[in-house]
């Protein structure tokens, strides 16, 4: 057991994995397998696998260390980091480029291909991202509601019934519509 951890980390429980697993890499792992009960069992459908943090693998960029490690820890067969590296201190993008080829023949995952510059973009995509933005600034009244969550305290409750929502709906036709005059009469005796 890990020390400070109340459970194993994806990556022990990779390292751990049985014999007949051995010819999965770490992300064809999770991609098709669930660890359920201290066993790996296959799923029926393809999983989603997400990588957190996610560093640009733009070549020789402030992150393409940490990229080229996260690829080479995500699609190389191993059982623990010292495999991977041999106890030394070669460089993750060395590592990398040895095992292009295993990283990728694995499915794709959500960092993505390695590329040597940033695409620019052009002015017309950057006013197309601010239109877009602008949009999505605007929020319903219930998504603000919804935010909230159902636990909260509502301050003051002045803006229920004055918003446009509650003013355009016709709640008295709707009562009528749905219950006879001799119901609505006995509202008053509901509990």
Same mark, same amino acid.
């Given at each position: ?7 194993? =980390?994806? !990556? ?12 999965? =890499? !770490?992300?064809?792992? %999770?991609?098709?397998? *669930? ?6 069992? *296959? ?8 990588? !957190?943090? #996610?560093?640009?693998?733009? #070549? ?15 699609? +190389?067969?191993?059982? =623990? ?11 993750w ?15 794709i ?9 940033? $695409? ?5 995509? =950057? ?5 877009? *933005? ?5 929020? %319903?009244?219930?998504?603000?509601? $919804?935010?909230?969550?159902?636990? +909260? ?26 219950y ?6 006995? $509202?008053?005796?509901f509990?």
């Amino acid at each position: 057991m890990e020390r400070g951890r109340t459970t194993r =980390s994806p !990556l022990r429980k990779y390292w751990d994995r049985d014999d007949q697993l051995e010819d999965f =890499s !770490l992300y064809r792992l %999770y991609l098709t397998h *669930k660890y359920t009960n201290g066993k790996w069992v *296959k799923c029926k459908k393809e999983n989603i696998v997400r990588i !957190l943090p #996610r560093p640009s693998g733009l #070549r020789n960029g402030d992150q393409w260390a940490e990229f080229c490690r996260v690829k080479v820890i995500l699609h +190389v067969l191993h059982r =623990s980091i010292e495999q991977l590296n041999g106890n030394s201190d070669i460089p993750w993008s060395t590592i990398y480029e040895r095992h292009i080829d295993i990283i990728n023949s694995d499915p794709i995952d959500l960092l993505g291909q390695a590329f040597d510059e940033e $695409a620019e973009i052009s002015e017309e995509e =950057s006013y197309d991202e601010i239109e877009e *933005k602008e949009h999505e600034e605007y929020r %319903y009244d219930w998504m603000h509601l $919804a935010e909230m969550g159902p636990n +909260v305290h509502i301050q003051r409750d002045a803006d229920l019934g004055s918003r446009d929502m509650d003013r355009k709906y016709n709640w008295t036709n709707d009562a009528q519509q749905q219950y006879s005059e001799e119901d609505i009469a006995n $509202a008053s005796e509901f509990v």
